[in-house]
């Protein structure tokens, strides 16, 4: 349980990815730097899968936001392409460094690339944590539109269930565009007696290349709203980033107001988008102790 659900208020974290290149990694570092005035509940390291090594990506981020920044950090690990011994290595080097949260899932598998065998699905990586290392939290991905592999929304549930009753205390779902695709999968999650807090993600569009990318290879519903919006400013690129982030803050308020666990902020490494964000909707969200490491 997440401690903005002990206290009763709504915690607001941020997603980053590391960097390909060492201009790349500065600007993230400067990124961190101007989010940690922000007070985020934590922020979440993404890794890439088979590009790079973890320990020298996400473990070496999270170290920055935990011990330089004082943020709370979550680090992602990706169950396809990780050996036990791997994830056992990478667990060491997390708790050296005082970070003991990991958000675990399947992780996209890389076209030509086959998986490893040792971790299937993210419930057996989940599993194997718990063995391993029982004081790890353990967060793990939900998609409020079922996940691309699942027969319908049903068999998706049952999936989650289990990876929650492996050891998942915190979900966090990947990207949506209308929020009662969210509220109709909380509420299946409800019947299926799954308890663990929910943290909606939420991705501003702010660019026309971030909005075509997205249409091609996203699975979500894109509501008319949302494609109107994409249409209309498509060639105006200050408009659209405006109305891409007002679009976000809408969604925000509404999540925020239905009483949502969390936000969870896909920030795509902007640390403006961000700031705009929070100018907008901080007063919303309750001051709450961040989440322990």
Excluded: W
């Amino acid at each position: 349980m997440t401690d903005s659900q002990r206290g009763g208020g709504t915690s607001l974290s941020f997603e980053v990815f590391p960097a390909n290149t060492q201009v790349g990694t500065k600007k993230l570092i400067q990124t961190l730097n101007e989010l940690q005035d922000l007070q985020p509940h934590f922020i979440s390291v993404t890794c890439s899968n088979n590009k790079a090594n973890i320990e020298e990506t996400t473990v070496k981020i999270a170290d920055y936001v935990t011990n330089t920044l004082r943020i709370p950090t979550i680090a992602h690990l990706p169950a396809a392409y990780l050996s036990k011994q791997q994830v056992s290595t990478i667990l060491g080097q997390l708790e050296k460094l005082g970070i003991r949260h990991v958000l675990a899932l399947r992780g996209d598998i890389v076209e030509g690339i086959p998986p490893k065998r040792d971790f299937s699905y993210a419930s057996d990586l989940v599993t194997f944590i718990q063995e391993q290392a029982p004081y790890f939290d353990i967060s793990g991905a939900c998609y409020p539109e079922i996940h691309p592999d699942s027969d319908n929304r049903i068999s998706d549930i049952k999936h989650l269930r289990k990876k929650v009753e492996a050891g998942c205390s915190q979900l966090i779902t990947q990207l949506f565009f209308d929020n009662e695709q969210f509220y109709q999968f909380k509420e299946g999650c409800s019947l299926a007696e799954i308890d663990a807090p929910i943290l909606a993600g939420i991705m501003p569009i702010i660019n026309r290349k971030q909005a075509l990318r997205l249409i091609k290879v996203s699975s979500s519903q894109l509501p008319k709203k949302f494609l109107a919006i994409l249409e209309k400013y498509e060639h105006n690129p200050v408009a659209l980033r405006d109305a891409g982030l007002a679009y976000a803050i809408d969604q925000i308020v509404d999540l925020v107001t239905q009483g949502v666990a969390g936000i969870h902020l896909y920030t795509m490494n902007q640390s403006d988008t961000a700031r705009q964000i929070h100018q907008a909707t901080k007063s919303l969200f309750q001051t709450t102790e961040r989440l322990g490491v």
